[in-house]
């Protein structure tokens, strides 16, 4: 119950394309749900993150849409480019604020 | 403005070794934490700390040994070393437990 399904495992989107990264969750007591970007030799950074009183958020290029009922969250990268090329991780929390992770998305932009 | 920074960046153990990974930052945050990577399994907290002097266990802490004296410093202590620790090590760290986590560069250790 405490896992977070991510999926797909690697994708290739062409430049200018839309990339989604999907994520489920089991446990309905999480109440926060970020999003890391992780670059080649380099720690995750937050990217963004949405808690449950809304549907979606939107910074720049990159949009969380967030399904309740069906426990199910989505990173969307509109009009992707090269430089957006890493790993992408999702994660849900509850109230004991620990993270459970997804097991990432390693997102390739062909030029 | 130097974040978190870790040490060292790479290590080859052989089995039975011990080693100490360093993790220090500068952002006066009082959660601190320590997670492996691997592939496939995304990252899984071995221990954490919620201010000095306190420390408490992860998902995965067996094999690990942590402390905290100071609010910068939050050292791992792997304390014979097997080869199913090989992974990808970081730090991270953040204002208060539930926050935006700030992560180190990684340790990548490599147990033979």
């Known amino acids: 119950q405490q896992q977070v399904k991510q999926s797909p495992q690697s994708l290739i989107v062409q430049k200018g394309g839309i990339s989604i990264i999907n994520c489920a969750y089991e446990?309905?007591?999480?109440?926060?749900f970020p999003w890391y970007q992780q670059f080649p030799g380099k720690g995750p950074a937050l990217l963004i993150a949405?808690?449950?009183d809304v549907s979606e958020k939107k910074e720049g290029r990159f949009t969380i849409s967030f399904n309740k009922s069906a426990k199910q969250f989505s990173l969307h990268i509109m009009d992707s480019q090269p430089g957006d090329s890493a790993t992408y991780f999702c994660?849900?929390?509850?109230?004991?604020?620990?993270?459970?992770w997804g097991a990432g998305t390693k997102l390739i932009i062909k030029p | 403005n130097a974040g978190v920074t870790q040490t060292p960046k790479f290590q080859v153990l052989k089995t039975g070794q011990s080693m100490t990974l360093q993790c220090a930052q500068d952002?006066?945050?009082?959660?601190m934490s320590w997670y492996r990577q691997d592939p496939g399994m995304g990252l899984r907290l071995i221990h954490y700390?919620?201010?000095?002097?306190?420390?408490d266990q992860g998902e995965v802490p067996n094999g690990y040994n942590v402390s905290r004296s100071t609010t910068e410093d939050f050292p791992l202590r792997l304390l014979s070393a097997a080869p199913s620790q090989t992974s990808v090590y970081f730090c991270?760290?953040?204002?208060?437990?539930?926050?935006?986590?700030?992560f180190g560069e990684g340790s990548r250790l490599t147990v033979l």
């Open positions: 991270a760290s953040s204002r208060a437990l539930g926050g935006e986590l700030f």
């Open positions: 952002m006066n945050h009082e959660y």
């Open positions: 700390s919620v201010g000095a002097g306190i420390t």
């Open positions: 446990n309905t007591a999480f109440d926060y």
């Open positions: 949405i808690r449950p």
């Open positions: 994660a849900a929390s509850d109230s004991n604020y620990q993270l459970i």
